[in-house]
């Protein structure tokens, strides 16, 4: 079964009334791509021509009202019914029309900003309407204003991790830079990259000067950074500079590089888990925690797993299941 046959038959249950909350949280998301909304009115009619006997319960809901009506107050005239065919289409409009209200507040996000979104093992370069560049690294995203960019302020939102080339306007607009955690990074125009995932954030300034600050801790001072400095952030925001650190380290993902050193076998699994999207599993706590150090390009997770393979001397086994497009590897002596 294809994946539009699973939303053609949520929607018809949906239609029918016998939609689950996970088939309607599906069609919620489906709804939020353009191209949808007009298959999503295609099925709608496609589903009233095959559906003419449906009675929607709009008259029995005035019938309800209209013997509680009566009952509360003889002095009131009683509600006529609507009749069948009418109370069909009253029915299906306020579902066209309760529908469009979701799907506006879904969309509205989709309205205001441009999403990028970068698929495991893939790297995007953005070119901004005020001629900054930004290079997305894989399983990123970034959501940048439609409207306005560049008038007064700059202000983008990424998840992942980004490299950001700032252009300096003659107005000065600052360009501000959003993550998920509440880290705010404020430039007039710069150089550097933002790491943002489940497990932290960090900032990396390749040259000029730099803004930070934390919303989460209110009572911190912005924290201004230099050329050569790395910030980590803490879950409470708290913000750690290291000074003089090689930045070329860290831009080695957008040459599919990886460096390491004496970086343990369970961070790298965990590495290749963010860039590639694949599941890791160490077999053994002691292979866990051995060390690898150097500089290794590659722009699959099982290139690079088959070159720590022969460093380490350790076996990696590829564990397919059919049906199942996921990539499990073990790794074991």
Do not use: C
């Amino acid at each position: 079964m294809n994946q539009q046959t699973i939303y053609r038959q949520a929607i018809q249950a949906l239609f029918a009334g016998r939609a689950t909350p996970l088939q309607k949280a599906l069609i919620e998301e489906w709804l939020s791509q353009p191209a949808h909304q007009e298959l999503y009115f295609t099925w709608l009619e496609e589903w009233e021509r095959q559906n003419p006997q449906l009675i929607v319960d709009v008259e029995a809901a005035y019938l309800r009202l209209s013997d509680q009506t009566r009952e509360e107050s003889t002095g009131l005239a009683p509600l006529s019914i609507v009749p069948r065919r009418y109370s069909l289409f009253l029915g299906i409009a306020a579902t066209v029309l309760l529908l469009a209200g979701v799907s506006m507040y879904i969309l509205r996000d989709s309205l205001l900003y441009k999403h990028y979104e970068t698929a495991y093992g893939e790297l995007l370069r953005i070119d901004l309407p005020d001629e900054s560049r930004v290079m997305l690294n894989a399983n990123s995203s970034l959501k940048v204003p439609r409207f306005g960019f560049g008038e007064s302020l700059r202000e983008v939102f990424l998840k992942g991790e980004a490299e950001f080339s700032v252009k300096h306007l003659p107005n000065h607009a600052r360009f501000i830079v959003r993550t998920p955690d509440h880290l705010e990074i404020q430039v007039l125009g710069t150089e550097f990259m933002v790491y943002s995932r489940a497990r932290g954030s960090k900032v990396v300034l390749n040259k000029g000067k730099v803004q930070l600050r934390s919303l989460k801790n209110q009572i911190a001072k912005p924290l201004v950074i230099t050329s050569g400095d790395v910030v980590t952030i803490s879950g409470h925001g708290t913000l750690t500079v290291r000074h003089h650190q090689p930045v070329a380290v860290h831009a080695g993902w957008k040459e599919h590089r990886f460096t390491f050193e004496n970086t343990s076998v369970s961070e790298i699994a965990y590495q290749l888990t963010e860039q590639f999207g694949v599941q890791i599993v160490i077999a053994d706590s002691s292979l866990a925690k051995r060390t690898l150090g150097g500089t290794f390009k590659a722009e699959t997770a099982e290139a690079f797993l088959n070159v720590m393979a022969e460093m380490l001397e350790i076996r990696v086994i590829h564990n397919e299941t059919p049906g199942d497009a996921s990539q499990v590897y073990t790794l074991t002596y």
